[in-house]
């Protein structure tokens, strides 16, 4: 790297023969002079996301949104306080406004049975010879049952199966259980007794 030197010796105002005494001025000129030369032998321009040659051949500082003549003079500004300011602001709001992501919960990859099919079943007719009342007893035969599935069952209206088209006469009581396909009975569509111990017990009785 070279020295660069100043002549006081001839400034105006100094006297003949003596060394004279630089202002703030110049010192400040050679300072920068000296971190220009020592910017341009170890930064790399190229890598700097606030470095910006515009179309009239000048370069910008987009952070602090002032202009240069060359490179030079860009680096020596990179050095001084105003930009080394503003980027301590800025880097310090970019810390503030950073909003750390909450990792998203994985959800249980849910195990995919093969359906092995329908299950047999059973239906009969009774009336209690009580009361008269009506009933139906259904027996689906789930033999080989999921060891952590239980039966369920469900009630839907005409109105919402999408097989047949509604006919208000009737509903359709659905039995389910892994791995067995769902099997669906249609049945008139009458008051259902959900008394304790009446539906249940008809519909849960599986094997």
Request: glycine share 6%; hydrophobic share 35%; charged share 30%.
């Amino acid at each position: 790297m070279g020295i660069i030197g100043m002549d006081f010796q001839n400034r105006a105002g100094a006297r003949a023969g003596g060394g004279g005494q630089a202002s703030i001025q110049d010192a400040n000129v050679e300072r920068r002079e000296r971190l220009r030369k020592l910017a341009l032998e170890t930064i790399d321009i190229t890598k700097d996301p606030y470095f910006m040659k515009n179309h009239l051949g000048t370069y910008e500082c987009r952070l602090c949104l002032t202009l240069h003549s060359n490179e030079g003079s860009y680096l020596a500004h990179t050095q001084g306080k105003k930009h080394q300011s503003n980027l301590a602001r800025r880097q310090a709001k970019e810390a503030k406004e950073q909003i750390i992501v909450p990792q998203p919960k994985l959800k249980p990859v849910k195990k995919k049975l093969i359906k092995i099919g329908r299950p047999g079943y059973k239906v009969i007719k009774q009336k209690d010879p009580e009361t008269g009342q009506k009933a139906l007893f259904f027996e689906i035969e789930y033999a080989e049952i999921d060891q952590n599935s239980k039966p369920r069952y469900r009630i839907m209206s005409a109105y919402e199966q999408k097989v047949e088209a509604p006919d208000k006469r009737f509903q359709y009581l659905l039995f389910a259980a892994d791995p067995y396909e769902t099997i669906s009975f249609k049945i008139p569509n009458m008051d259902i007794d959900r008394t304790e111990g009446k539906l249940d017990k008809v519909c849960l009785v599986t094997l």
